[in-house]
């Protein structure tokens, strides 16, 4: 913010020069990489499919330190699961056309690694902006979260049920880019895994669109996996995945 005035007496302090600048600096900041059990697992198994290229470049992320050539080509389209990520999503200033702005805001969406302190990620926001003058405040106060193991009781229900319903199916670990409410039960000392046994047609990417749509049979075969998922959990028999083949 500043006094503003009118645009016929420009000023050096321009708040939305101001706010630009701070926004190039973030622009140009990239958080380190930082891999858990599930990403790494992830990444193995993913490189089986991968085109030739990209999967040529995962054995160079996997290393510590990871290999910059490796993570530079996987950067857009992976690099949020393997690094933080803070980007500008949204952009507020001026009130007219013939005046100087006395405000300039900007909203910066962060995607923070699970078990990664807020905290830090607001520090080093307020080090890379490097500006007294622009105000750093969270929209909302985000909840740290560390991830759930992948242990063998959860694994291999999903494996075996898999391989009854669709046969040669390789079950990969996953990390989601988004949020779920499974960061408050984690917080209370409940693990919490996903799992749909939906498939998807391979290229469309149709989350959050108007055309959101799933296959009719993946629907279905999706009700079929749970329902048998959740036997497999809530029996007591170490036979019950092999009850409940087909």
């Not at 390789?170 to 996903?194: C, E, H, K, Q």
């Not at 048998?228 to 092999?242: G, K």
Request: charged share 20%.
């Amino acid at each position: 913010t500043n006094p503003g005035g009118h645009s016929s007496r420009p000023r050096s302090d321009n708040a939305i020069y101001q706010l630009a600048k701070a926004l190039i600096r973030l622009e140009k900041y990239s958080f380190p990489v930082a891999l858990n059990e599930t990403t790494r697992a992830m990444f193995r198994a993913a490189a089986r499919t991968m085109p030739r290229g990209a999967a040529a470049m995962i054995p160079g992320l996997l290393q510590s330190p990871p290999i910059e050539k490796s993570v530079n080509f996987l950067e857009a389209d992976h690099g949020a699961l393997f690094r933080t990520t803070c980007v500008a999503t949204e952009l507020e200033a001026g009130h007219a056309e013939n005046a100087l702005p006395q405000r300039a805001k900007a909203t910066v969406n962060c995607r923070i690694l699970p078990g990664v302190p807020p905290g830090n990620i607001f520090k080093t926001l307020v080090s890379v902006v490097a500006d007294e003058g622009v105000k750093i405040v969270p929209v909302e106060e985000a909840t740290l979260s560390d991830p759930s193991p992948l242990k063998e009781e959860i694994m291999a229900p999903i494996r075996q049920i898999s391989e009854n319903m669709w046969p040669g199916v390789v079950v990969v670990p996953s990390m989601s880019t988004g949020a779920t409410d499974g960061l408050y039960f984690r917080n209370a000392g409940i693990p919490v895994y996903g799992v749909s046994g939906v498939f998807h047609v391979v290229g469309e990417n149709r989350a959050h669109g108007r055309d959101e749509r799933i296959l009719q049979d993946s629907f279905f075969d999706g009700l079929e996996f749970l329902y048998r998922l959740t036997r497999a959990y809530s029996s007591a028999s170490d036979d019950a995945v092999e009850g409940l083949k087909l």
